[in-house]
């Protein structure tokens, strides 16, 4: 039976292709079976996580308790220079021009993703902003986020700063950032599971000498990743921390 492996679903779509050639580097490099399996939604992936089914992740920050501490998940690696950031951001024609001017009743459209959702609240809080009074519309992508703000159907909308940075510039040319988080400590992880942590240090060796020769290098580039660097058990508790912090 292949090990089961999936990716938080807060990627963007162009990285999709890379996943799938990354998946068939591993399972040569491994010479083990691995099936790829991508999930529309958190909610949906996170119930094949309650069931066990999942043996490899790379996962978002909000979850990384949930696998550490009831799934006996361990982490493996991150992508070298990157950390997640919100980004709150607005059409260029909108009046607002500092989080300072957003107000109550506002609508603001947001993905599943739950950093993303936290972090930009803790930002609108110097609005005095919080769930209780304003009006938040859920979207499937970052794609849809940027499609209503520029047909003005609301009026902010929270970005993972890499999806934001990936729009198109045609895209980006109409919207206004309005802040960006700076927390810099917070980011994905490749996470092993139980079946997996044997082989830990085998598979942390083999990723993070993937940049060394020109076909892993490539592989990561297509994820737009430089190279994966080690995350210890004690930087991911750190990371957990302080998620539970900011999410109190």
Known sequence: ????FTVSPDFTPDHLSGWYIFNTWLQKQTGDSFHLEMY???QAQREVIRQNKIDLIYANPFDAAMLVRE???LPLVKAAGISDEAIIAVHNSSSISDV????PGIKVAVTEDPDVQMMGMIMMEAADLNAGNIQLNVYDSYVLVAKHLLQGNVDAGFFLAEAYNDLSNMVKKQLRTLICSQISVIHHSLMIGPRLAGRRDEIRGLLMAMNNDKKGNDILQSLRFQAWVDVDDDE???MID???ALAT
């Open 242 to 244: 302080l998620m539970d």
């Open 71 to 73: 799934k006996g998940f």
């Open 100 to 103: 300072a001017d957003l107000f």
């Open 40 to 42: 529309d939604s958190f």
């Open 236 to 238: 991911m508790e750190f």
């Open 1 to 4: 039976m292949p090990y089961q």
